[in-house]
């Protein structure tokens, strides 16, 4: 039978240290929206990666209580729906006042040179 890793479950102590990390980063606060939301939101790199800013934040800048995924998105290719809590919405809101304008149409999420950020393990965290 083939021995098959699994991932390693983050401690609090260990979400500590991460994000004590990210906080000495350039872009400190995409950096922490980008963890925390697949932290606390479930959702994964994929996932995250083909957000778009109106699928996050209402038309007044703030951040859905609900985030809905369409199947192109998804991971699994179907849509769903992730709940955003109250400690993920404060993480999402501290990051969209980051923002210059508000573009529904945009990523949500780019890269330090402002493209569209890639789901590929290795370019996830330029």
């Given at each position: ?55 996050v934040v209402d038309e007044f800048g703030q951040v859905r209580d ?41 990523p949500f999420f780019y890269t330090r040179t402002e493209r569209v950020l890639a789901y590929s393990k290795y370019q996830v965290w330029q």
């Open positions: 039978m083939k021995h098959v890793k699994t991932a390693k479950i983050l401690t609090c102590d260990d979400l500590a240290q991460v994000l004590n990390f990210i906080s000495k980063m350039i872009h400190a606060e995409r950096n922490r929206a980008l963890l925390m939301i697949t932290v606390l939101g479930g959702l994964c790199v994929k996932e995250t990666a083909a957000l778009l800013v109106g699928d609900v985030i809905h995924l369409r199947p192109e998105q998804a991971k699994n290719k179907r849509e769903h729906n992730v709940t955003v809590y109250k400690g993920l919405k404060a993480e999402l809101q501290r990051y969209v006042a980051t923002f210059n304008e508000i573009n529904p149409t945009a």
